[in-house]
């Protein structure tokens, strides 16, 4: 166990329609990542937020997006949801902003869209 | 563009050998980091090692060592006496540092590692 959470763990939705993922950091780290792992893109790093702020923007879609409220937890917001958007989406937490080093992972949630 | 590649899509050995994941990467950037990351069947992800452009040191931890040479943009991982808990899907990345940091952070297709009993 990480010691990151995800929530939920599987999802299930309509194209079109907006969800929105949560994760929940280990005890005392600051940075939260989350990732994209589809069988067409393979991985893909999508945004960091560190304490609260925005610390790095990957190939997140205009569609999505995220933050990170003051009690450190992150949440991913996917909107006008299409077929391709069917994944897992991780999220990985870390103890400072230092750049992706000593990540842990949550389980993951996957989301299906139909 | 940034390029990672695993040439080697699938591996099987046998407990106790010694296995080499290959990983060869395309940067115009000095300052990167490059990355290994375990997908074990159970899916969660794990981080095994991040390593700065300007280190070719090589590192051993445990089991495992990575062998890092920019003459030939590699970043190899090498398990000596694989177990069966080692069979996984292994991912090597790259990113940029610096003013870029964050963006093009790029996974490579990933290698199917089974260990057989």
């Known amino acids: 166990d990480s010691g990151v959470t995800q929530t939920p763990k599987h999802l299930i939705t309509a194209t079109g329609q907006r969800v929105t993922l949560r994760c929940s950091p280990r005890s005392g780290d600051l940075s939260v990542y989350w990732y994209q792992q589809s069988l067409d893109q393979g991985l893909q790093f999508l945004i960091q937020y560190y304490n609260g702020e925005e610390r790095a923007k990957g190939n997140i879609l205009e569609r999505f997006s995220a933050q990170q409220f003051p009690d450190l937890h992150s949440e991913l917001n996917l909107s006008s949801l299409e077929l391709g958007d069917s994944a897992l989406y991780f999220c990985?937490?870390?103890?400072?902003?230092?750049?992706?080093?000593?990540?842990?992972f949550g389980p993951g949630t996957r989301l299906t869209v139909t | 563009a940034q390029k990672v590649t695993q040439a080697q899509t699938e591996i099987s050995v046998v407990e106790k050998e010694d296995v080499t994941l290959d990983c060869v990467y395309e940067?115009?950037?000095?300052?990167?980091?490059l990355f290994w990351y375990k997908q074990p069947p159970s899916g969660e992800l794990v981080f095994l090692i991040r390593?700065?452009?300007?280190?070719?040191q090589n590192e051993i931890s445990g089991r495992y060592s990575w062998n890092f040479q920019k003459s030939t943009s590699s970043f190899n991982f090498t398990i000596t006496a694989s177990q069966v808990v080692d069979s996984a899907v292994y991912f090597c990345a790259l990113s940029e540092a610096g003013d870029n940091y964050g963006q093009n952070f790029v996974f490579g297709p990933g290698t199917r590692l089974s260990v057989l009993p």
């Open positions: 990985a937490s870390s103890v400072d902003g230092t750049d992706f080093y000593e990540q842990y």
């Open positions: 940067t115009r950037d000095t300052t990167y980091y």
């Open positions: 390593r700065n452009s300007f280190d070719e």
